[in-house]
T-cell receptor
Framework: GESVGLHLPTLSVQEGDNSIINCAYSNSASDYFIWYKQESGKGPQFIID?????DKRQGQRVTVLLNKTVKHLSLQIAATQPGDSAVYFC??????????????FGSGTQLTVLP | EPEVTQTPSHQVTQMGQEVILRCVPISNHLYFYWYRQILGQKVEFLVSFYNNEISEKSEIFDDQFSVERPDGSNFTLKIRSTKLEDSAMYFCASNVGALNEQFFGPGTRLTVL
């Protein structure tokens, strides 16, 4: 069925380096994608979103890239800091029945920032 | 900064018992959601709620589950007869519009013994 998935379950980077987390999706009709960060014992926290009419969006130290041709999106974190250590989920905001929206999450990537 | 709150933070119950998980969404939000996350797994959608009725529900949200907005602030998830496999983190979320950012609460850890 339709799903959002992640390429790598874990990623370790040195503090100060850039991080890239990847995500593939299978529903070509998906039009809205979000990256969430989840720290241990907490709920998902919104990082950045992108709609299908864009291919790039930048926030503070984060950039999301969307390639609709290959149904792939990525999250880039610049100058990774220890506080960035968390699980990162991509999610699709979809309307399976055409009206009400819901989030479909990928399986998550554990980012570990090394000192 | 407004936030979604959830109580209790941890609920332990016996199999077969009823539990009610409580959420207070952000006050001006109109759309409400429940998600669950089994330990080590991804977050799964359970149900969405708008205008005092369920908008969408997943296969997980069977007859044992119900939601209610009993007043202008609370949004509850009830599990009538809990099963061992209901053990999970349950997250409430809300947003001001269906295509706006969903804000998540800190979650309730449900443990069914």
């Amino acid at each position: 069925g339709e799903s959002v998935g992640l390429h790598l379950p874990t990623l370790s980077v040195q503090e100060g380096d850039n991080s890239i987390i990847n995500c593939a999706y299978s529903n070509s009709a998906s039009d809205y994608f979000i990256w969430y960060k989840q720290e241990s014992g907490k709920g998902p926290q919104f990082i950045i979103d992108i709609r299908s009419n864009m291919d790039k969006r930048q926030g503070q130290r984060v950039t999301v890239l969307l390639n609709k041709t290959v149904k792939h999106l990525s999250l880039q974190i610049a100058a990774t800091q220890p506080g960035d250590s968390a699980v990162y989920f991509c999610a699709e905001n979809i309307a399976p029945s055409g009206s009400a929206r819901q989030l479909t999450f990928g399986s998550g990537t554990q980012l570990t920032v090394l000192p | 900064e407004p936030e979604v709150t959830q109580t209790p933070s941890h609920q332990v119950t016996q199999m077969g018992q009823e539990v009610i998980l409580r959420c207070v969404p952000i006050s001006n939000h109109l759309y409400f959601y429940w998600y669950r996350q089994i330990l080590g797994q991804k977050v799964e959608f359970l149900v969405s709620f708008y205008n005092n009725e369920i908008s969408e529900k997943s296969e997980i949200f069977d007859d044992q589950f119900s939601v209610e907005r009993p007043d202008g602030s609370n949004f509850t998830l009830k599990i009538r007869s809990t099963k061992l496999e209901d053990s999970a983190m349950y997250f409430c979320a809300s947003n001001v519009g269906a295509l706006n950012e969903q804000f998540f609460g800190p979650g309730t850890r449900l443990t069914v013994l």
